[in-house]
């Protein structure tokens, strides 16, 4: 037969396309739509073709949250992937969210209520009943509430978002009673979102990738281990690529993210402060500020001072910051400081990014508040391409009953080492408890949290608890049978979050908001039961029905009440289940919210007034004051909760709504000079100020540093299989030529101590970390959570995986908060996860 | 992947039409110019100076009743289905809608494509694998014009999957028996220039794989 040469295949091609544009529309076609491959959905067993369900769910690994399928076979969940309809992940989801298999069926999953049977810690337990737990929770809780404390039930959570979060918190505890609650955020990142609030008001910045043309990074390892990081990284490297956008990385260790960065900049441990006030310094110096954004800028005592004042007042705080000074301290080049702050200043569009390298110090909170004046004084706030301040979908949720009791609450919550502990200080709350001058809670109650592992100090975190003097009745909700569960009384098996109802949301990478969506994939395991579930139970138990029954019901009902959800077509609960996802099309990106006006109405309402003084419109009713005549007397700055009224900021003749304050009550200026905090003795301005423990070090002492890796959650997922096996060791980082002077090689045991305690750990001896640092990560060293964790079994762990043949490791890591003090940052109480000094030795 | 076998789509949207449905007038007319010719030529393709020559309405007559007869019926027809046609070990086969139909159907279902309501036909019919291979080339072009690599990669691979498991296991055969049955020139060379087309194909995917 005739071969058919290339050539001839191409005119032939040719000639085809011109017949078929041609004779366009005169045969009907067999295909509809479109090839939508790289959107995924749908799913095959490859062996018997047979087509798996696939269920539309979030993912709940880390906070990210990305938006996700479960494929189903049989009733098993057999494979995960990215939504393709999410604005936020573009369908990508990371190893941890694949993984979220593991998290239903790993060998010692916690499958029944278990009643403690032996001395607290002992690992003795006994299977019981649901009606029977549940019965005593209720007993013991409704005893409490009944004599008058409710106050001494405490609720202390790990992660917890959307529904998960305001079910629990808002209303049941709400309903109950008790406001003695705990979060963790002051052990995460508590100290940039108080730096925010000393600045822009609420909390959480969005990085506009998308936009940027240059980006500084102070400590965040945003490629790997971010708290929006599917969505993030994704668009800094498509910027990088794509655009070859500068990337800037400060870190003390060559982290994936630093690796991945134009520049990796070493930076000695809590100094990153220190190299962004020199940046101010270079831009205010040059001129090289945006004047229009003083116009929005407090810098001064003075609120209503003009431009000029300000800009001379910044320029007079920084000019002591040179970068030669800066350099002395960090250890960067004063020549990089001058060339990154120039350019910066010069960008089109520039973010500054920043996470725990940089706040989880002692001068941490200072350290966001220097990001956000580069940030601002460049022009580079809630604008295309730079740090803007987060968007996310709002959800409206049944609270319960109308009528509830004034709330009461132990005074343990926020330490008592911090001046604005406005997330709370986490880390300090087992202490509070052995203190006892504030009271103790009967029933301490925690829910996906690890009190012992996740907080410093762990050996004592387990002797507070381990005492029953102190802590008289101990009960956990949990999929995992780890630290703290051991210590638990009573352990209510909970569902993964693949079997569980939320509704959810995170903040959009894009300045859209998104709605998003929990279901049960499967069926849960055992007799797993939802936490949300359980507390409906308790509730009703207590004879405090909270109108509704179960978490799907109060979804349900969020559903019907949230207004953007509630009219979709088909329902809005039967859209949610379908689609998992939700954004209105035709929404714009939110930028420069602080430059729009408030409506004259707004200005006109009930309870608005004036404080001429500040040029804040605030509504005193929202605040603590008795009536207008003391909300007047005292101004909107010495008034009680006063920026829960705060209405709107008098710029020049307009009234727009500015940098609304959250948590304290600064002015709707974006506040680079803070009184509040001068009234507390510290500088009003972002000043610099060295870590007290890290000056005089001897030669053996090094500043421990942590951090994540991209395939692990912070401690919630070495019990899964394929997590683990891809790392379960982390010998500490030193550099060669600190090991060099110790007398340590590559691979030697060495002895770590701290004043708190002492741990050993295989050194790995590079050049990727700064002289005089040592890094071990977080995750590892678990004493419980199952055999793939930890080589032990969990109580009731069963051998249903065939791969615990195939586990091939035994080394399970070192943790390393038994050597971190519970030490907070002054300012925000932010735990400094940066700054422990260790003695280091060869063991 | 080679960048210019994207351009192919065409031809498996010009084969797709052939074996969809008997010629109307309006392609009749456009397969008669002289540009198209001089290309079927080119490539081999003789159709024999009658075809240009004959009356239209007479010519198109002739190929309705060949093309009923070829792949309708009544009598012994061809039918072009790859569940009729492609031999599978379990005897699964020499049947409409088969197991081999169910597979091509979730195949092309799982790209995100579906099949008309309007369609009447078979998923596994002989234009109906052309025109998803046609459609798999078009997006791939798309993709590519939009720096989308990985999708066009992924793209390439499928079509390869799809010519391997599918098409080559069914219609060069069926093509040679649709030569050997025809009474007139037009499915002959059609056909045979499929074959060859097809195998140029395959020698594209085996320096690739």
């Known amino acids: ?183 963790h955020t002051s052990i995460c990142e508590g100290g940039k979102w108080v730096g925010q609030e000393f600045t822009w008001g609420s909390h959480y910045d969005n990085w506009d990738f998308d936009n940027t043309d240059y980006v500084l990074n102070f400590g965040s390892s945003v490629l790997e281990a971010h708290t929006n990081h599917i969505p993030t990284a994704q668009r800094l490297i498509k910027a990088k690529v794509e655009r070859n956008v500068p990337f800037i990385t400060f870190d003390v260790r060559l982290s994936y993210t630093a690796s991945k960065s134009t520049k990796w900049e070493p930076v000695k441990p809590g100094t990153d402060l220190a190299v962004i006030l020199a940046m101010c310094n270079v831009i205010m110096r040059d001129n090289l500020y945006k004047r229009e954004a003083f116009t929005y800028i407090r810098a001064t005592e003075n609120v209503n001072a003009p431009a000029d004042e300000k800009i001379a007042a910044l320029k007079t705080h920084l000019a002591q910051y040179t970068p030669e000074w800066a350099q002395e301290i960090s250890g960067v080049p004063a020549a990089n400081i001058t060339k990154y702050a120039r350019e910066f200043a010069k960008a089109k569009a520039a973010v500054v990014i920043s996470y725990r390298g940089l706040v989880a110090h002692y001068n941490g909170t200072d350290g966001e508040r220097a990001a956000q004046m580069l940030g601002m004084i460049t022009g580079n706030i809630d604008n295309p391409g730079g740090r803007c301040k987060a968007i996310s979908a709002s959800w409206k949720y049944p609270k319960g009953p109308k009528v509830k009791p004034k709330s009461k609450k132990l005074k343990i919550t926020n330490g008592s080492l911090s001046a604005f502990p406005n997330h709370g200080e986490c880390q300090s709350v087992l202490k509070m408890i052995k203190d006892g001058s504030h009271g103790r809670p009967d029933i301490y109650l925690w829910y996906c949290y690890n009190p012992v592992y996740v907080n410093g100090e762990c050996q004592e975190n387990i002797d507070i608890l381990s005492d029953e003097k102190l802590m008289p009745f101990t009960v956990t909700s949990n999929i995992v049978y780890d630290e703290s569960s051991r210590l638990a009384d009573l352990i209510l098996p909970d569902t993964s979050y693949l079997e569980r109802w939320d509704w959810d949301a995170n903040v959009s990478p894009t300045q859209i908001p ?330 | ?36 010719r001089g290309v079927l030529e080119e490539s081999g393709v003789d159709l024999g100076d009658d075809f240009y020559s004959r009356p239209a309405d007479e010519l198109l007559e002739e190929l309705v009743i060949e093309f009923t007869g070829l792949f309708i019926g009544p009598g012994h027809f061809l039918s072009p289905h790859e569940s009729v046609h492609r031999v599978r070990e379990d005897g699964d086969h020499g049947k409409l809608w088969g197991a081999d139909t169910v597979v091509v159907k979730k195949f092309i279902e799982a790209t995100g494509l579906r099949f008309q309501s309007a369609f009447g036909g078979m998923p596994d019919h002989l234009a109906a694998e052309l025109e998803f291979v046609q459609k798999l080339e078009e997006r791939m072009t798309q993709a590519q014009a939009e720096g989308e690599m990985e999708l066009a990669e992924n793209l390439d691979q499928i079509k390869h999957r799809f010519l391997q498991e599918h098409i080559l296991t069914w219609v060069p055969p069926f093509l040679d028996r649709v030569i050997a049955k025809t009474n007139i020139p037009f499915y002959r060379e059609i056909s045979k220039l499929a074959v060859q087309f097809l195998a140029s194909e395959q020698e594209v995917l085996l320096s690739t794989t």
Request: net charge positive; with cysteine; charged share 25%.
């Open chain 1, 1 to 183: 037969m005739t071969k058919l040469s290339r050539r001839n295949v191409l005119k032939l091609a040719a000639a085809s396309s011109v017949l078929l544009t041609a004779g366009k529309g005169m045969v009907s076609k067999a295909l509809a739509g479109s090839i939508e491959l790289a959107q995924g959905g749908r799913d095959f067993n490859p062996d018997t073709g047979k087509e798996r369900k696939a269920v539309p769910t979030v993912c709940y690994s880390c906070v990210t949250r990305d938006p996700k399928i479960a494929f189903v076979e049989d009733g098993r969940i057999v494979k995960i992937e990215g939504q393709p309809n999410s604005i936020r992940s573009l369908g990508k989801i990371c190893s941890k969210g694949q993984a979220g298999i593991n998290q239903v069926y790993f060998p010692d999953r916690i499958l029944y209520p278990l009643k403690r049977a032996g001395k607290r810690g002992d690992g003795k337990y006994k299977k019981i009943s649901w009606d029977e737990a549940l019965t005593e929770l209720a007993g013991r809780m409704k005893k409490l509430r009944d004599e008058g404390h409710p106050e001494n039930l405490m609720y202390h959570y790990g992660r917890a978002k959307g529904s998960s979060d305001k079910l629990p918190k808002t209303v049941f505890m709400g309903t109950y009673g008790s406001g003695t609650i705990s979060g």
């Open chain 1, 514 to 843: 998104e709605w998003e969506f929990r279901q049960p994939a499967v069926e849960p395991l055992g007799e797993c039961r939802n936490f949300g579930d359980i507390l409906c139970d308790l509730a009703n138990r207590m004879d405090m029905p909270l109108g509704f029954n179960s978490m799907e019901e109060f979804v349900k009902q969020s559903c019907e009440m949230t207004p953007v959800i509630k009219d979709l077509p088909g329902g809005g609960f039967e859209y949610m289940k379908k689609h998992g996802v939700y954004h209105d099309p035709q929404a714009k990106p939110s930028f420069f919210g602080y430059k729009k006006e408030v409506k004259a109405d707004d200005l006109q309402k009930e309870g608005v007034i004036l404080d001429e003084a500040l040029g804040v419109y605030w509504n005193w009713t929202k605040s603590k004051a008795k009536d207008e005549a003391e909300a007047k007397t005292l101004g909107y700055d010495k008034t009680h909760s006063s920026y829960k009224g705060y209405v709107g900021q008098k710029f020049g003749d307009k009234v727009l709504k500015g940098f609304k304050p959250d948590k304290v009550n600064k002015t709707g200026y974006f506040e680079l000079y803070s009184t509040i905090l001068k009234d507390k003795g510290f500088a009003p301005m972002p000043s610099w100020k060295p870590i007290p423990e890290h000056v005089n070090l001897a030669k053996n002492q090094l500043t421990l540093t942590t951090y994540k890796v991209p395939v692990q959650i912070h401690s919630r997922s070495t019990h899964c299989k394929w997590l683990t096996e891809m790392f379960h060791d982390n010998p500490a980082w030193i550099n060669s030529q600190t090991a060099a002077s110790l007398g340590i090689k590559d691979g030697d045991m060495v002895k770590l101590t701290s004043e708190i305690g002492e741990v050993s750990i295989k050194a790995y001896v590079n050049e990727m970390i700064v002289p005089g640092a040592i890094a071990i990560s977080f995750h590892l060293g678990r004493t419980e959570s199952g055999r793939y964790a930890s080589g032990k079994t969990s109580p009731m762990g069963s051998d249903n995986d065939p791969d615990l043949k195939l586990k091939w490791w035994d080394t399970y890591g070192v943790h390393p908060n038994w050597l971190i003090a519970n030490s907070p940052d002054p300012i925000s109480g932010q735990h400094r996860w940066m700054d422990q000094v260790v003695t280091v030795s060869k063991a």
């Open chain 2, 1 to 36: 992947m080679e960048e210019n076998n994207s351009q192919v789509g065409s031809i498996y949207g010009f084969l797709a039409r052939i074996f969809a449905q008997e010629v109307t007038s309006d392609f009749l007319a456009e397969i008669r110019t002289p540009q198209f």
